[in-house]
């Protein structure tokens, strides 16, 4: 893989005379399947405001996921097309770090739109002590960004520390995927419903735990838990409730279990269409706390797993007993939390925390963006 990368690298460099095609943006989702996450966004904003008018390029690393859509082409990541489509790309929009095979020319702009809203883990220079490989070209990779989209100012602050970044760079326009949660989508709600086969009354458990570098290769929950939590869910509502189980996309587990209640969330691919119709949260670590915390409903942590990774994996950067969510044990202790949450004033406790945090979310991510690239 590295000489490939090296090949591809000087190829590139002996083609640097080859124009750049502004109207060119290429968008990849790190390690993802489907059209998803920020970049996916900017993607649809892009041709819904000026349609034919940009030359859309999807880069994936599952293209066989991908359905053909008018006006986009989709590429496997670091295939000959890949180099040759990148040669005059004006524009790159990922949503982590930039593919260290391309090199980047004059007129060319590198953006990031980043996975994860709230600053709440430790990222950059503190998590990769222990790589020497990895910490001597971490400056390199990062230094070649021109944008770094920012979801609150705690997230520039100590962003712009972890990556050693010029503040300058930081477009405080809030989360694109997040836009989503300051108007209403009907259409999103039937498309999750029909997708699972479920009626407009049944209510949603979305379960998703995130990913930890420590924990075991493949990591399995007592899905018992959740059958149980779903019965008392249901006795005290009066409603159908189903689980949505969805593993971080660098671990899929298997769902296992034999309550048909209890789905697999990972056969939908878009995240955030499944955290606006869902109406519980129970998860960990994971950055989805903030994107869920915006539709003002509740959210339940499993404490031991965030002692876990506070004591074991990169820790964080606000302290997790700060954090407004309600704390679950573990998920023996669900099916006596998860009925209590009506008790709860959650509009203000996030409130409050979006003010402490310095929220940038207003709904209009995508369209300052847009404004940016365009000018």
């Not at 009907?186 to 930890?212: C, G, M, N, W």
Request: proline fraction near 3%; include cysteine; charge should be neutral.
């Amino acid at each position: 893989m590295k000489a490939k990368i090296r090949i591809a690298r000087l190829l590139q460099y002996l083609l640097f005379f080859i124009p750049v095609k502004k109207n060119r943006i290429m968008f990849y989702a790190n390690n993802r399947k489907g059209y998803v996450c920020n970049p996916s966004i900017l993607m649809e904003s892009f041709w819904l405001k000026h349609p034919g008018e940009y030359e859309l390029i999807w880069v994936t690393r599952f293209p066989e996921t991908c359905t053909m859509r008018t006006g986009i082409t989709v590429v496997r990541q670091r295939s000959l097309s890949y180099f040759k489509l990148f040669l005059r790309c004006g524009i790159f929009i990922t949503n982590d770090m930039i593919d260290e095979a391309l090199v980047k020319k004059r007129g060319q702009i590198f953006l990031t739109t980043w996975h994860g809203g709230g600053a709440y883990k430790k990222v950059g220079k503190e998590t990769i002590n222990e790589d020497k490989t990895f910490a001597a070209n971490f400056d390199k990779w990062y230094k070649r960004l021109d944008y770094f989209v920012s979801s609150c100012q705690a997230c520039t602050d100590m962003y712009a520390e972890a990556f050693s970044l010029d503040r300058k760079i930081f477009l405080e326009t809030g989360t694109p995927r997040n836009d989503i949660f300051f108007s209403k989508h009907p259409e999103i709600k039937k498309r999750v419903q029909d997708f699972y086969h479920i009626s407009e009354q049944t209510k949603i458990l979305l379960f998703a735990p995130s990913f930890q570098m420590t924990a075991p290769e493949k990591e399995q929950y007592d899905l018992r838990y959740l059958s149980e939590t779903i019965d008392r869910l249901e006795e005290a509502t009066k409603s159908n409730w189903i689980v949505l189980y969805r593993s971080h996309y660098f671990r899929e587990e298997t769902n296992e279990s034999l309550d048909e209640r209890i789905l697999d969330g990972n056969a939908y691919y878009e995240m955030q269409d499944l955290l606006y119709t869902s109406d519980l949260l129970v998860t960990d670590f994971s950055s989805c706390i903030w994107d869920f915390a915006l539709t003002g409903r509740p959210v339940f942590l499993l404490e031991n797993r965030l002692k876990e990774y506070e004591q074991m994996d990169r820790g964080f950067f606000v302290p997790y007993d700060t954090w407004p969510y309600l704390k679950c044990k573990d998920i023996a202790a669900l099916p006596d939390m998860a009925v209590k949450y009506r008790d709860e004033d959650f509009t203000t406790l996030y409130k409050q925390h979006f003010e402490t945090m310095g929220s940038f979310e207003k709904g209009t991510a995508c369209e300052q963006i847009l404004h940016i690239l365009e000018n």
